[in-house]
Structures are given as structure tokens and as C-alpha cells.
């Protein structure tokens, strides 16, 4: 289904936002670039911005027209401010516009049109469109990087796309971490209770400091490293301490 979606640039000017938005395309899962008359590339700055996502830089087609570009498409959405002399279906929010994409995709090729960095893409370009898409901002300042426009739109469609059943998309969850035995955690808060003893810190026989601070350790749940790594920093301040008078 992704590998349906393409990514179009417009006359691209700058080349580092080539770079940026193969980056942003590849964290979404989308690899299918495509340069209409971008004023450089190849280009070292777009290779350097890429940061790891030069195989979808060096898989990049480059066209003389937006026409040949999309050509082969079912849906073409072109990023643009709401044009309202533009008769074209409109999508007030990015994910709905994913929703749309997706399901087409599924059978044909789609693609997201993105223009030039400072006018946007002309009517001409926004008439070769079937749907316009607008990326709600601060009406004030609503002004994004084309790269940043490429991000937020691409990871609306990776969303949708996600959500799907059978998309096969799974979460890296991280490693449990062992949790130590009561044993070992009652040794640890053994030593706590000498090292608060010894340094003075607990003055009254009767405060609930000790307490208060071994409830703070069990509701941190430290795993076995991590109690060592504590158990050394007493160890480590103990080293410190005047010897205690014998009895």
C-alpha cells in the first residue's frame, strides 16, 4: 500500500529540502520521490540532509512536468493554502486526507504534490490536482518548511496506514528489564538505612524519613542494574564517611 504513494516536489530551489524530505519520507515508511525540474540535483546538500535516507535521494525520478509526474495516478492531493476559486474537493484536516489516500493506494498509485518553497504550486499545477489539502496552522504564522509540510502529511498517511488490520505495522516495545529478588532489594535497603545512619542524615529515632524514602524506592521499581548502580553510590559516600566509634 505505501509503496503506492509517491511524494512529488515541485522547482524545488533549495536542495537540502530535497534531502530533509526523503528523510521525512523514509521515517513514514514512504519511499517513492519525485523532482519536477528541481533547480539542483543531484546535490551534496541534499545527500547531507538525508541523514541515512539517501536510498530514497538515489531512487528519485526526475520529470520536466507535474503532468508526467502524475500521469499514472488514481488521486493526486496538492498541498496548498484553500484556494476557493479552485473547484476541487478540499480536505480541511491532513487526516482525512490520509484516510482517502490509503484507500486509494491500495489498488493504484497516489500521489501527495508539494510546490515550490516561496509560491506554493500555481493553478495550472493545482487544476492537474484532484484534491487540494491544507495543514491547519497558526493563522497568524501558518507558515511551514516544505520539508515540515512533507513530515506531517506523510505521517497522517502512515497512521491511517498503521491502523488497518493486516498492515502488519507491530510497536518496538523495549526489553523488560529483570526486577531484583525481595532478597537483594532488602539488602539495598539495608545499606540505605546505614549509610542515612552514619551520615547524620536521619537525627530522630523516630522520623519517618527512612520510611518515606524506602516507599519511594519500591514505587520506583528499579530493575537489578539499577539497584547495583545505587547500592555502589552508597558505597561510594560511605567510602567518605568518619569512622564510627566503637562501642
Do not use: W
Request: hydrophobic share 40%; proline share 7%; aromatic share 6%.
Amino acid at each position: 500500500m505505501l509503496s503506492n504513494i509517491r511524494i512529488i516536489l515541485v522547482q524545488t530551489f533549495h536542495p537540502g529540502n530535497i534531502g530533509a524530505t526523503a528523510r521525512a519520507m523514509k521515517t513514514m515508511g514512504l519511499e517513492h520521490l519525485t523532482l519536477v525540474n528541481p533547480r539542483a540535483f543531484p546535490d551534496d546538500e541534499a545527500t547531507r540532509l538525508a541523514a541515512g535516507a539517501t536510498d530514497v535521494l538515489e531512487n528519485a525520478r526526475v520529470v520536466g512536468s507535474l503532468d508526467e509526474a502524475v500521469s499514472d495516478c488514481v488521486q493526486v492531493v496538492g498541498a496548498s493554502a484553500r484556494l476557493r476559486n479552485m473547484p476541487l474537493p478540499h480536505f480541511d484536516e491532513p487526516d482525512n486526507m490520509a484516510e482517502s489516500v490509503v484507500e486509494n493506494a491500495t489498488a493504484a498509485p497516489v500521489a501527495l504534490v508539494f510546490g515550490r518553497e516561496r509560491s506554493g504550486l500555481t493553478n495550472d499545477e493545482i487544476r492537474a490536482c484532484t484534491h487540494q489539502v491544507s495543514i491547519p496552522a497558526n493563522p497568524e504564522y501558518g507558515i511551514l518548511n516544505l520539508s515540515q509540510a512533507v513530515q506531517i502529511l506523510a505521517y497522517e498517511v502512515h497512521r491511517c496506514f498503521r491502523k488497518r488490520p493486516g498492515s502488519g505495522f507491530t510497536y518496538q516495545t523495549p526489553t523488560q528489564a529483570t526486577p531484583p529478588s525481595r532478597e537483594q532489594f532488602g539488602y539495598f535497603q539495608d545499606h540505605l538505612r546505614q549509610v542515612m545512619h552514619k551520615s547524620g542524615f536521619i537525627t530522630q529515632p523516630h522520623a519517618r524519613t527512612e520510611e518515606q524514602l524506602q516507599a519511594l524506592f519500591a514505587r520506583a521499581e528499579p530493575s537489578r542494574r539499577e539497584l547495583s548502580l545505587l547500592r555502589g553510590l552508597l558505597s561510594a559516600v560511605e567510602s567518605h564517611l568518619p569512622p564510627q566509634p566503637k562501642e
